[in-house]
């Protein structure tokens, strides 16, 4: 029997270029796995493919009871390690599961993976496909860019966004819409444009 509150998700460090192997043993073991890919559109000399690539090269997510199945993650071929601090796996939140996820189904907005915290504004995301995700602001050139930044695995995700659509997060605890109409409308005009595409 299973105990839904022991089930957590961890990181879980693999041979290069062993991720989609080891997700797929994970499944077969009946643990629950999460390997987020991004598919896009590789060019070789002769011919153009989609393919599907890990957002995050190494890793794979798995949510286990660590008790019970640890050693039946550890002996899975190519795992290396659970990511965490010394000798203690890292608690990946639901959370944070949640955000990989809906970053997986928009891949055109992804523009890459980044490895540290960057500086700039701290922002919500209001509307659009990536509503209520929380990163960092970073401008580059005339693009308005997002880095959503995963500590648990020190890894973050950098998307493409629209300047409208980001409310920034200041030290009060709780964040409301601001009851300017202006703002707004333009809120709903901007779902109204995601909802057409």
Do not use: C
Not at 89 to 105: A, F, M, N, T
Request: charge should be positive.
């Amino acid at each position: 029997m299973i105990d839904i509150e022991n089930l957590k998700w961890y990181a879980v460090y693999v041979r290069s270029r062993h991720e989609k192997k080891v997700h797929q043993m994970l499944l077969e073991r009946e643990l629950t796995s999460f390997l987020p890919l991004l598919e896009t559109w590789k060019q070789w000399s002769d011919r153009k493919k989609k393919v599907s690539d890990p957002l995050f090269r190494g890793y794979v997510f798995v949510n286990i009871d660590m008790r019970k199945d640890h050693i039946n993650v550890l002996d899975t071929e190519g795992v290396v390690k659970f990511i965490g601090i010394g000798r203690k796996p890292s608690v990946i939140g639901e959370r944070d599961i949640e955000w990989l996820k809906k970053l997986v189904r928009e891949p055109d907005a992804v523009n890459g993976v980044v490895a540290s915290i960057p500086a700039g504004q701290r922002v919500r995301v209001l509307a659009g496909p990536f509503k209520d995700l929380e990163g960092v602001v970073v401008k580059q050139g005339r693009e308005m860019r997002l880095v959503v930044f995963f500590e648990s695995i020190m890894q973050g995700v950098e998307v493409s966004i629209y300047p409208d659509l980001l409310l920034p997060i200041t030290g009060v605890v709780s964040q409301t819409l601001r009851d300017d109409s202006t703002r707004k409308s333009d809120i709903v005009a901007v779902e109204k444009h995601f909802l057409r595409l």
